[in-house]
Nanobody, 123 residues
């Protein structure tokens, strides 16, 4: 079975930075596209960024462009989300997900999900 485990969340003041990590296991047939999503209480899940097995990156939310960077280390089976210049509106549960090669920003294209890691940004 596929398993994804996120880490790196926490609380930070506005303007600070956090780096989220996601380690995936169980994908032995092909490397998936990795995506990051976030969901705040009472709001729908929002795509943040995705990176294909070949390293092509997509930033899904205009609000994170220029502040967040998605990357991966295939040798470590890991994906990362570097978050800089954090704002209170970035506060959410952040989820790592794995999807088919063409998956980008649509949650339904991702079949496997991590448990989430909480990010809280205070003003």
């Amino acid at each position: 079975q596929v398993q994804l485990v996120e880490s790196g969340g926490g609380s930070v003041q506005a303007g600070g930075s956090l780096r989220l990590s996601c380690v995936v296991s169980g994908y032995t047939y092909a490397r998936p596209t990795m995506g990051w999503f976030r969901q705040a209480p009472g709001k729908e899940r929002e795509g943040v960024a995705a990176i294909s097995a070949q390293g092509y990156t997509t930033y899904c939310a205009d609000s994170v462009k220029g502040r967040f960077t998605i990357s991966q280390d295939n040798a470590k089976n890991a994906a990362y989300l570097q978050m800089n210049s954090l704002k209170p509106e970035d506060t959410a549960m952040y989820y790592c997900a794995a999807g088919w090669s063409g998956a980008r920003c649509w949650p339904a294209d991702f079949g496997d999900w991590g448990q989430g890691t909480q990010v809280t940004v205070s003003s």
